[in-house]
C-alpha cells in the first residue's frame, strides 16, 4: 500500500505519548521566560545601568539569530565550558549536555526576549493617570501594580504572549537538535521501525494542529475575560445584578 | 489650620515652577486656585499629595508637621491616604465598575471588609445620583458620570482634604452642571477642598478664599468678591479680563 490511511489514526496515540515531553518544554520555558522577561521589561524601563547594556546585547543577539542555531550553541557550548571549569578547578561538571534541561535553557533565552519586549509594551500602554489615581487614594506602589497596573497591562500583552505560547509549541520540535524526544522526534523514531514516514507525519501534523486550535480557543476565552468592560450585557440587568 | 504650606518650591530642571509658594487652609474651608495656562496650578496640588516631588518647603496638615527635604516615606503616605484627588481627566481604573472604584481605596488602603466596602460605596455613589451606574464600568458611562464616580472614589476615604484639578474641563458643556451641583453639595458638607478651575462663577460662587497664581508666585489672594469685584493688581484685572468675567462685576 502507497498510504495506509489506517497507519496515520494508529499512530495518533504512539505520538501522543510524547505530548508530555512538549508540554513540559513548552510550559517551563514559558514560565520562565516571562521571569527573565519581566526582569529584563525592568531593568530596560528603569534604565540600570550596566545591566541595560547587557539587556539591549542579549535581546539583539537573541533576535538576530535563529532558535535552532541557539539550540546548537548551547547543546555544543555548556559540555566546552564544563570541560573549562572541570580542568581549572578539578570539578567533575557533565561533558556532555543534560539534554532536556539545555533545551529548557536555550527556549528560555530565545523567548525571553520577545517577552520582554511585549511586557514592556504592555506596562507603557498602561495611562499614567491609573497609577497616579492609585496613589493619590493611598495605594503604595506595590499595591497600584498588583491591583491596577498589571492586571491592564495584562489585558494587552495576552495577545502577544498567547502568539509567542503556539509559536512556542512549534518550536518545541527543534528540541530534538539537544537530543530530546518529544513529539517530533517519537514520529520520525516511530516511523523508522516500519517506514511509514509520511503516515508518521500526518498524524503528528494532526496532533500540533488539533492542540493549536484547542490552545487558541482557550486564549480567546481568556481574552474576553480580561477585557470584562467589554461586555455586551444590557444595563439594567446588570445592575440588578449588583444590586 | 487644617493644612499650611510654606515657601514650596518646585522646579522641573532648570525651570523654575513655584517659587515660594504659601497659604493656608481652614477646617470646612473651600480654597479657589486660578490663574493661567502653565503657572503651576496642578504642580501645587501634584506637590501636596507627591505625585510630583517638591523642591522644598514646610508642610502642617492635620497633626503633622514637616520639612519637604527631610520628608520621610511615613510623612508621604500620610499626605497621600489622608488627602483625596479629582483629576481632569477622571483617571477611573478602566477594569472596575463605578462601584469598584469607589470600593478599591476602602478594601486596599482603610483594609475594610467587602461588606463594609460595598455598604459605604453604595451609599455615596447614591450621594452623587448613580444609584443607577453601580455595575457600569467606565467606558460604559458619560464624562459627567465619570467625574462623579470619581469624586465620589475621593469622598469614600472620608479624607481631611480633597483637592480637584479643573474637575470640569474635559467635560461637554451640558455635563458641566452635573458635576458642579455635586462639587457644590460637597462643599455645603463642610468638606475641605482645594479647587482648581477655569469656571471663574463657579469659584466665584463656592470658594470662601482665592489665589490668583502668576509668575510661580501668589500674585494676589482675598474674599472672592474681593479678588473678582476689586482686583487690587494689574495682572490680576489682565488675567480676568481675559477670562471675561470682570465685566459681569464692573457695570
Ligand atoms: N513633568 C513635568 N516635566 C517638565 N515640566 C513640567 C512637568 N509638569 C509640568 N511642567 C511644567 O510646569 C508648568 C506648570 O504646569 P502646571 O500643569 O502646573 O500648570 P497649570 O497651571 O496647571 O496649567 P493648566 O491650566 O494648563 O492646567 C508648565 O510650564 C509645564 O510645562
Ligand atoms: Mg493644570
Redesign the interface.
Known amino acids: 500500500m502507497i498510504f495506509d490511511i489506517s497507519k496515520v489514526f494508529s499512530r495518533i496515540p504512539a505520538i501522543l505519548r510524547y505530548l508530555p515531553v512538549t508540554m513540559e518544554l513548552v510550559i517551563v520555558s514559558t514560565v520562565f521566560s516571562l521571569i527573565l522577561g519581566f526582569l529584563i521589561a525592568v531593568i530596560k524601563i528603569r534604565r540600570i545601568p550596566v545591566l541595560r547594556q547587557l539587556a539591549a546585547f542579549y535581546v539583539s543577539f537573541s533576535r538576530g539569530t535563529p532558535a535552532i542555531v541557539q539550540l546548537y550553541l548551547f547543546f555544543y557550548g555548556f559540555p566546552l565550558i564544563f570541560s573549562l571549569i572541570n580542568r581549572h578547578y578539578g570539578t567533575s561538571l557533565p561533558t556532555v549536555a543534560p539534554s532536556m534541561l539545555t533545551a529548557l535553557v536555550a527556549f528560555t533565552f530565545s523567548e525571553a526576549s520577545y517577552s520582554s519586549e511585549t511586557i514592556r509594551a504592555a506596562l507603557g500602554s498602561v ?1 499614567r ?2 497609577m ?9 506602589q506595590r ?1 497600584a501594580y498588583l ?2 497596573i498589571l ?2 497591562a495584562l ?1 494587552f500583552a495576552l495577545p502577544p504572549f498567547g502568539n509567542a505560547f503556539i509559536g512556542q509549541i512549534k518550536n518545541t520540535s527543534l528540541a530534538f537538535t539537544c537530543a530530546v524526544v518529544e513529539m517530533t522526534a517519537g514520529a520520525k523514531l516511530l516511523a523508522s521501525h516500519d517506514y511509514r514516514f509520511f503516515e508518521s507525519y500526518v498524524s503528528l501534523a494532526i496532533i500540533y494542529w488539533i492542540l493549536i486550535i484547542i490552545t487558541s480557543h482557550l486564549l480567546s476565552l481568556a481574552e474576553k475575560k ?1 477585557k ?3 461586555r455586551i450585557v444590557p ?1 439594567d440587568f ?2 440588578r ?3 | 489650620m487644617i493644612l499650611q504650606i510654606d515657601k514650596l518650591r518646585k522646579s522641573f530642571g532648570s525651570n523654575e515652577i513655584l517659587k515660594g509658594v504659601s497659604f493656608s487652609i481652614g477646617e470646612g474651608e473651600v480654597l479657589g486656585v486660578i490663574g493661567s495656562s502653565g503657572s503651576g496650578k496642578s504642580t501645587i496640588l501634584r506637590c501636596i ?3 510630583e516631588k517638591p523642591n522644598s518647603g514646610r508642610v502642617r496638615f492635620a497633626d503633622r508637621d514637616f520639612d519637604i527635604e527631610t520628608a520621610e516615606k511615613q510623612d508621604i ?1 500620610y499626605m ?6 479629582v ?1 481632569q ?1 477622571f ?5 472596575k ?1 463605578a ?1 469598584e472604584n469607589v470600593m ?2 476602602l478594601l ?2 482603610r483594609k475594610q471588609s467587602k461588606k463594609e466596602a460595598e455598604c459605604i460605596s453604595r451609599e455615596i455613589l447614591a450621594r452623587v445620583g448613580l444609584e ?9 458611562l458619560s464624562g459627567g458620570q465619570q467625574q462623579r464616580v470619581a469624586i465620589a ?2 469622598l469614600a ?1 472620608d479624607p481631611k482634604l480633597i483637592m480637584l484639578d479643573e474637575p470640569t474641563s474635559a467635560l461637554d458643556p451640558e455635563m458641566i452642571g452635573e458635576v458642579l451641583d455635586v462639587i457644590r453639595n460637597v462643599a455645603k458638607s463642610g468638606k475641605t477642598m482645594l479647587i482648581v478651575s477655569h469656571e471663574m462663577n463657579f469659584i466665584n460662587d463656592i470658594a470662601d478664599h482665592v489665589l490668583f497664581l502668576d509668575g510661580g508666585l501668589i500674585a494676589e489672594e482675598g474674599a472672592p468678591s474681593a479678588l473678582f469685584g476689586n482686583p487690587q493688581q494689574e495682572r490680576t484685572r489682565l488675567f480676568l479680563r481675559r477670562a471675561n468675567i470682570i465685566s459681569d462685576y464692573s457695570i
Do not use: C, W
Request: aromatic share 10%; hydrophobic share 40%.
Open positions: 495611562d493617570g491609573q497616579e489615581a492609585a496613589l493619590s487614594i493611598g495605594m503604595t499595591q491591583r491596577i492586571p491592564e489585558v480580561l470584562r468592560d467589554e444595563h446588570a445592575d445584578q449588583a444590586a | 499629595n507627591y505625585l503616605r497621600r491616604s489622608h488627602t483625596a484627588m483629576f481627566q483617571n477611573l481604573f478602566k477594569y465598575t462601584l478599591e481605596g486596599v488602603v443607577n451606574r453601580m455595575a457600569y464600568y467606565p467606558r460604559e472614589r475621593a476615604l
